[in-house]
Structure formats: structure tokens, C-alpha cells
């Protein structure tokens, strides 16, 4: 990732040219554990460390009979000097107590991903005509076979992602978990 004042961003989402969210809805024994598990499986398939996830919303609602809660998550992955993967996701639902399981709710868990570029625009060159002439062939020549790449590895992640969390909640609805 880019650290400039200013900076010409270019990005293009994973699935299609308008965002489009993978989503799971859930309904069950135990909602709540899902979410250990999508911080675990952001891990796992995006290569990330803890310090590349940044919990932004954090709203866990305890007043009453009925639990809700909202969590969203983002996820910078760097790939190369100049691109990043931006990932999006979260999980939010509300658990009542039950005598079976514990507890049982509902959530909905969703994710979205971008492939991002980032040009730095800090300096008199970077911000010159000719500069700008030689990035955009760069990028258009020599760049776009890397971009594609990239992009391809966005779509099979967020699959991959969306498919062990499936799995995780399959035990979870057969009281494996």
C-alpha cells in the first residue's frame, strides 16, 4: 500500500463492475461461534496476520431477552509495491437462549473484495504529464497481465472463504461444533 498525500487510486471489484457481496444466511444452534471462526478463516485464506485486520464495527446489543449483534471487518492484503487486495466483510444476526443448544439465532455473513492500485502524486514529476503518459502505458502494456492475475486470486479466495465458512456452519447446524 501507498503512503502519499495524494495518490491516483484504481480498483476493480472481484466479482463484476459494481460490488456484488457473497452472503450465507444462517439459522441454528450457536450463531455466535461463526464468529471466532470468520476472523480464523480470513486468516487461513487470505494469508493475513492479525495486524492486516481491522475490526470496524463492533456492536453486540446484550440488553433484553433477545442478543444482536453487528461486526464488520477489513482486510488490506499487499501484493505488490503498488496493489492491495481491500476486503470487506462482517456477520451480524441476534441469539436467543434455548434450553437444546444454549443459545440459537440467526446470522448473515458476507464478504466483498477489490484489487486496488495505488500511484503516489506527492512530487512535481509524479504529477507531470509525461509521468502520467509512461504509468498509463506501464499500467496498460506491461501491468495488466499482473492486474489480471491478481484479480483471479481475489475471485478464488473469497470462493474459498465462502465455502469453509458453508462447511463451518453445516457442523454448526448438525450440533458438531
Same mark, same amino acid.
Given at each position: 500500500m501507498v503512503f502519499a498525500r495524494t495518490k491516483i487510486l484504481i480498483q476493480d471489484w472481484c466479482f463484476e463492475e459494481r460490488p456484488i457481496e457473497l452472503t450465507l444466511n444462517y439459522t441454528g444452534p450457536n450463531p455466535q461461534l461463526a464468529l471466532k471462526h470468520y476472523v480464523d478463516t480470513l486468516k487461513l485464506v487470505f494469508k493475513v496476520r492479525d495486524s492486516e485486520i481491522? @475490526? &470496524? =464495527?463492533?456492536? $453486540?446489543?446484550?440488553?433484553g431477552k433477545e442478543e444482536k449483534f453487528d461486526v464488520e471487518f477489513e482486510v488490506r492484503k499487499d501484493m505488490?509495491?503498488? %496493489? +492491495? *487486495?481491500? =476486503?470487506? #466483510? #462482517?456477520?451480524?444476526? %441476534? =441469539?436467543?437462549? %434455548? @434450553?437444546k443448544f444454549g443459545k440459537e439465532g440467526r446470522v448473515r455473513i458476507w464478504i466483498l473484495g477489490a484489487v486496488r492500485s495505488e500511484y503516489p502524486q506527492d512530487t512535481f514529476w509524479q504529477r507531470s504529464m509525461v509521468y502520467e503518459f509512461f504509468r498509463v502505458l506501464y499500467h496498460k502494456l =506491461? +501491468?495488466? %497481465? *499482473? $492486474? @489480471? &492475475? +491478481?484479480?483471479a486470486e481475489c475471485r478464488e479466495m473469497m470462493r474459498y472463504f465462502v465455502e469453509e465458512m458453508r462447511a463451518y456452519l453445516g457442523l454448526l447446524q448438525r450440533g458438531m461444533m
Open positions: 481491522q @475490526e &470496524k =464495527i463492533f456492536n $453486540w446489543d446484550r440488553t505488490d509495491k503498488n %496493489s +492491495y *487486495l481491500f =476486503i470487506q #466483510g #462482517g456477520l451480524n444476526g %441476534s =441469539i436467543v437462549p %434455548s @434450553e =506491461i +501491468y495488466m %497481465s *499482473l $492486474w @489480471e &492475475k +491478481y484479480m
